[in-house]
């Protein structure tokens, strides 16, 4: 049971978003393709469900309290996240973030109140999730740690949450799940459900070049990557290669069709089409992750 957060309303609009039939983008009538509208969330992205059941657990707990000021790394997303959920409820935010991280998220946390901190964006993301460990290792008694690589509400949010939706909203079942790797987060959460509640359910996970990468998501495909220790990598049948290039195109082509969604849905809808060559029939579903506005800065749609 998710715990209640006491404050204002908008925490209330975190989930329950809609599955758009996004068939129009098949090569045959024999297959449909199914996305979650994520940028209905409140905070624009799916980052918002993980985020409100981390806090609220460790508000529960009493691991979270007044008086320390709550920290993480991120890509953007789940920053925006921290900062809009955590500023409502009353708390101090600092976020480690990639100098390259798009300007949209920056002043969309800033607008919140929250304190950003940048990193070398050559080095990528986990060059900031060494760098909120190193803050945090120096100063405990400040900081509360939400360690969203390593929190497990992060995928039972996903769990309990956009999987139950999904298969609540695909009544008649499906196929293909295709979803990617931030934290691992909703692809473990997800995928697990599903295993669980429909086993023939194959799960392709989307693996993004490593320059200049996706924002976003974890290539995970050299030894020296930081695994995130909530992805259970079991869940996920077949890796689907996409670019940037790649994902671009997609988001491009879906805006064309009035679907304003950014570069990771971009690149699931990529892996999708890669998908759709291989099958004959079959039903798939997908993630629209976040809004596409959070990337103008970052040269998507030029």
Not at 14 to 36: C, M, R
């Amino acid at each position: 049971m998710e715990t209640k957060l006491t404050t204002t309303g908008i925490l209330d609009l975190i989930g329950n978003t809609p599955l758009l039939d996004v068939s129009f983008l098949t090569p045959s009538s024999e297959i449909s393709l199914f996305a979650k509208a994520e940028w209905m969330n409140p905070g624009g992205s799916l980052k918002d469900r993980p985020v409100k059941r981390m806090l609220s657990q460790a508000i529960e707990t009493g691991e979270l309290t007044k008086d320390k000021i709550i920290i993480d790394s991120s890509s953007g997303n789940a920053g925006i996240a921290y900062s809009m959920i955590g500023n409502a409820l009353g708390y101090q935010v600092h976020i480690v973030i990639p100098g390259n991280a798009s300007m949209e998220r920056k002043q969309r946390m800033i607008a919140h109140g929250t304190t950003i901190i940048e990193t070398d964006p050559i080095e990528g993301y986990d060059e900031a999730l060494r760098h909120v460990h190193t803050l945090v290792d120096a100063e405990p008694d400040k900081y509360f740690l939400c360690d969203q690589y390593a929190n497990d509400n992060n995928w039972l949010s996903h769990y309990h949450g956009t999987a139950e939706e999904i298969l609540s909203q695909m009544e008649d079942g499906f196929e293909y799940f295709v979803g990617g790797v931030g934290t691992g987060g909703s692809i473990t959460g997800i995928g697990r459900k599903l295993k669980e509640v429909m086993p023939h359910t194959k799960i392709y996970g989307v693996r993004p070049e490593v320059w200049p990468g996706i924002e976003g998501l974890k290539p995970l495909g050299s030894p020296e990557d930081i695994v995130p220790k909530i992805f259970d990598e079991s869940v996920v049948d077949e890796w689907i290669y996409v670019t940037a290039d790649e994902a671009k195109h997609w988001s491009n082509l879906i805006a064309k069709n009035g679907i304003f969604v950014g570069q990771s849905s971009g690149s699931y809808l990529a892996a999708c089409s890669k998908l759709m060559e291989k099958i004959q029939s079959g039903r798939i579903v997908t993630i629209f992750n976040d809004f596409g506005d959070r990337y103008f800065s970052a040269g998507l749609w030029s």
